[in-house]
Each structure stands twice: as structure tokens, then as C-alpha cells.
């Protein structure tokens, strides 16, 4: 079936996002980066940055495939606020990898701000994305199971964010730089290590949910009356 070699795909391109992400955190010169107050953009911008683009398109790739299969098996229509939330997803870890942050060794610059905004749609986005997919999921009594997991992963990124968040909204009356406030690395890594999580478990939604096609056809063939008998 179509939709579990696509989910199958999506897990297999962020396994190896994740193979990339343990290399740049063992290899020069991305070792030496602090990884609890840098954030994992700051790989872009090394020798072997590389790495983390490739990493960054091969979750985007991965991720694109996951909602293929979700909406090929029945888990999502295609034009439902949770297919959008994920595509948004996607989008979102493109922008990260075409647009670089800010070297500030430089200083700002629009490619950093844009930057920065792709990152917020991406980070936000898919945990909304789970949220609405669980939420519906719900309502199906042989999804309750995946759903839950979905939900619960959903949860939990924002869950993640929300220091980021707290930094934010703190920052006029601490006089303390968001991304000073809180060990952004560290959230940022947390962040990002729920919403890998989170993807993964959409795909097995994918995997264990019938095609719908299929389904329907075994229910027809199971309501068919038999041939009589021909006479001997």
C-alpha cells in the first residue's frame, strides 16, 4: 500500500535528520558550540553547515511524506486545518534552511528575520497541526489509540515552547534579553526532539489506520450472498 511506503519514507528521512543532528553535536567545529545557549541554527553558519541544511530538508521531506500517507489512509482530509498546520510545518523548515539567521558577527539582516519568523510558523504549526488531528481522531473509536499519542505529543511541544513564550512576554519588565533568560539551546533542542516525536507518531497513525478503499471493499465482498449451488 501506497501510504505505508510513504510513511515508511517519512520516518526513514527523519531517522537520518536525526543521524545528522547527533553528528554535528560529537564533530568540529559544531561540537565546540555551548548547545545549551546556542540554538541549532548557529550550525548553519560553521564550516560544516552543510549538515544541518541537509538535516533540516530531509525532516521537511520526511514530514511531506507523513501527511501524504495520512490523507491517502483517511487520518486527514486533504483541505482539513490539521493538513494545513502541517504543511505550514513543512514550509517553515524550508524557510529555515533558505533564509540563514543573523551572524552577528555581521550583524542583523532580513535573511535573519525571516529567518527567525520560519522558525516561529514551524515550532507552532505542528504542535497545532497534532492538537487538531488528536482532537478528531478522538471521535473514531479504532483511532483513539494513535490519536491520543498525537494529542498528547502535541501537548507536550507546547508545552516546550512555552519558555521561549514566558521570555517574551517577560522581557519589558526584567529588562533581560528573551533569548538571554532562559537557556535557549537547551529549549529549543527539547522543542525540536518533541516535534521529530510527534511526527514519527503520525506516520504510525498512517500505517495502522485501513485504507479507506480497501475497507469498503472488504465490507462489500462481506455482504455479497453466496452463489447457490449448481445442482450435481
Known sequence: MIERHLARFGVACVAACLGLFAWLHLTPPSALLDWRTRTLSQYALLDNGWAFDTATLLLALGSAAVILALVRAGVLRARSGAAVALWLWVAGL????????????????????????????????????????????????????????????????????????WALLAEPWTGVRWWRAIPLGTVERLLGLAEVVTVLLLARWATLTPVRGSASASAAASTERPEPALPA
Open 94 to 165: 524550508i524557510g529555515v534552511v533558505v533564509f540563514e539567521k543573523h551572524n552577528w558577527a555581521v550583524g542583523p539582516s532580513i535573511s535573519g528575520d525571516v529567518h527567525r519568523a520560519a522558525s516561529l510558523l514551524a515550532f507552532l504549526s505542528l504542535p497545532v497541526a497534532a492538537l487538531l488531528a488528536g482532537a478528531f481522531g478522538l471521535r473514531r473509536p479504532a483511532a483513539r489509540t494513535a490519536a491520543t499519542a498525537v494529542l498528547l505529543a502535541g501537548a507536550v511541544s507546547l508545552l516546550c515552547f512555552t519558555p521561549i513564550l
